[in-house]
């Protein structure tokens, strides 16, 4: 599986469905896409449909998700956050 490093619709991440839980993890690492190819494959795993309930961007600086479900966002937050 080839990792998908945004997955987001809108003109930008903000205006990406406001109101979904969100997180934002630092991503100032040398091995920051290992690291967020670990999360994705991680994601399809773990989170049903996560193509549909979550949405995903790699910037410079930080990693963001944002999630439909709370129970997503706290089982994502268990392990990542």
Same mark, same amino acid.
């Given at each position: 599986?080839?990792?998908?490093? =945004? =997955?987001?619709?809108?003109?930008?991440?903000?205006?990406?469905?406001?109101?979904?839980? #969100?997180?934002?993890?630092?991503?100032?690492?040398?091995?920051?896409? #290992? =690291?967020?190819?670990?999360?994705?494959?991680?994601?399809? #795993? &773990?989170?049903? &449909?996560? #193509?549909?309930?979550?949405?995903?961007?790699?910037?410079h600086?930080?990693?963001?998700? &944002?999630?439909?479900?709370?129970?997503?966002?706290?089982?994502?937050?268990?392990?990542?956050g």
């Amino acid at each position: 599986m080839g990792v998908t490093y =945004h =997955h987001y619709e809108g003109p930008t991440w903000d205006l990406t469905k406001v109101g979904w839980y #969100e997180c934002r993890i630092n991503a100032i690492r040398q091995d920051r896409f #290992e =690291h967020f190819s670990d999360i994705i494959e991680w994601l399809y #795993e &773990k989170i049903d &449909k996560c #193509e549909r309930h979550s949405r995903w961007i790699l910037s410079h600086t930080e990693m963001c998700f &944002k999630f439909r479900y709370e129970r997503d966002y706290l089982l994502f937050m268990l392990r990542w956050g």
